[in-house]
């Protein structure tokens, strides 16, 4: 009882993170309502590809475009105790039709006698300014690519920020649905909610927006994806989900429910810090531009974190836009060759369906496949010098293709279904229907004018356009420059040096949008930095992943 006595009267939110992705877990509601007091509970479901399938789902029936797990899955079981609780649910499980998930949630509570309230933030939606967003030739951010053709574009949806979610919880809301915003502003919006932070407050806006991305993940910062996984293994079966406290000066603990399995540390919490953000002195959001070169990560207590030490740098001037488009028809299976020389034989396989299937396009007079990918896994030649076991007997063999047309695409499938009487032997394969080709969605990062996004906050009985006004452009601050140490100080009097696998010294995490992927690397120890720093250059790197990009 102390302890929840200290929470209050320090000014402490406690808000947990349920949902990573769309399609997690249903365990994170059950544990935070058993440990009580939570003020929040945030959901977050939308990957970049995941606006595609919305849209598709919407185009079919209107009333859909949502994850609907949110609401069956999550507020139709637990709405009394919901209710009962006072705790607030913000969820961006709104997809691209936020309205309609609004909607389906005051149907159930209305049915259920409750008086709870719910708010939708829309204006992330670009389509009904799409031809607007093209004329403005916007590039694509990483590749500099012209945008994709007007008709073959699923989806266009700006990254919203917090400042919406917390003028929907000031209008009283207990719930609030979002289209697409970070993944982070459903933390971030509480906490402007909560501790009155403006626009200006810099540092608090990088604080709450640390916290936001370190739940933002569910059990990723809890012991899942771990490094050292081999020390809580036992116990992920029953993962807790995290819970961020957080206090209106920016300094936070991540921590657990109680008795839940799993781990809050040092290496989980630094791990879940270095995902998905890849410069660390410049990573940007709609409300702040972060720096977390200066965070510290700090164990207090067993399974408790503290973090602090986030610098905001500046407000970008645009909204990151994220646009997918349809481009061609991909196909893939996955079969196992056993016996003597499984790798070699696999391959020969793999190439008589292509041969086979590249024979009859052409005889069509049909364009070749766009992309082809072998891959035999558990051959050591595939992976070159990063081989480190002896050959194997037991390969499994992945063939997949791309093509503009659907039916070529299923073609190779075919052959591959038919080729297995005139292969060498040891095939085997499990039971079922040949596997069908799928839209290839490809992403599309863009920035876009702020004004495009016309942001409002639906309650049950009215619509209001966002109050708060956009950032002015100002300058941006300096991120802290680190200095790293050489290995050769560092070294100075050593007599021997040994080889050891990375993960002796650090902790690692990777992390993907679309199909841009990074990795972050947190050294166990100070001194252990140097080393890593100058092992783990652009060149080395490249090399290790390699074989990834070999055309086969």
Known sequence: MMYWWWREADGLIRIGGATGYWGEADMALPQFMAQGNLDFIVFDYLAEITMSILARAKAGDPEKGYATDFVTGVVSPHLAAIAQS?????????????????????Q????????????????????????????????EMFSGETPPPRESIASANAYLGAFPIAEALNLGADIVVTGRCVDSAVTLGAC????GWQREDLDLLAAGSLAGHLIECGPQV?????????????????????IAEIAADGSMVITKPWGTGGCVTRGTVGEQLLYEIGDPTHYELPDVICDFTAVQVQQIESDRVAVSGARGLGVPECYKASITWADGW????IGFYVGARAAEKARIFADEAIRRARRKLSAMGAPDYVDVAVEVVGDESHWGDSARYVRSREVAVKVGCRH????????????????????????CAFAGTRPKSSPVIRLFSALVDRSLAEVKIHTAD???????????????????????PSTATQAAGDTTVIEVPLER???????????????????????FLPWIAAVLTEDYVASRFAHFMASP
């Open 86 to 106: 006072g705790v607030k649910l913000i969820s961006n499980a709104g997809g691209v039709n936020p309205e309609a998930c609004g909607e389906a949630i005051r």
């Open 108 to 139: 159930l509570i209305d049915t259920a006698g409750l008086s709870l309230t719910v708010a939708v933030v829309t204006g992330d939606d670009l389509m009904p300014q799409l031809d607007k967003l093209l004329n403005s030739d916007p590039s």
């Open 192 to 195: 402007i909610h909560q501790f």
């Open 222 to 242: 809890t012991g899942g994806n771990y490094t050292d996984w081999h020390e809580v293994h036992e116990t992920l079966h029953e993962v807790g989900y995290p």
């Open 330 to 333: 991909r196909v893939g299976m």
């Open 404 to 427: 503009s047309d659907r039916r070529a695409a299923d073609l190779l499938m075919r052959e591959l279904s038919g080729v297995g009487l005139g292969a060498p032997p040891g095939f």
């Open 462 to 484: 009215q619509v209001l356009p966002s109050a708060t006004p956009s950032p002015a452009p100002a300058a941006v601050r300096q991120a802290e420059q680190a200095d790293v």
């Open 505 to 527: 010294l650090a902790w690692a995490r990777s992390g993907d949008k679309g199909d841009k992927a990074n990795i972050g690397v947190m050294a166990r120890h100070p001194d």
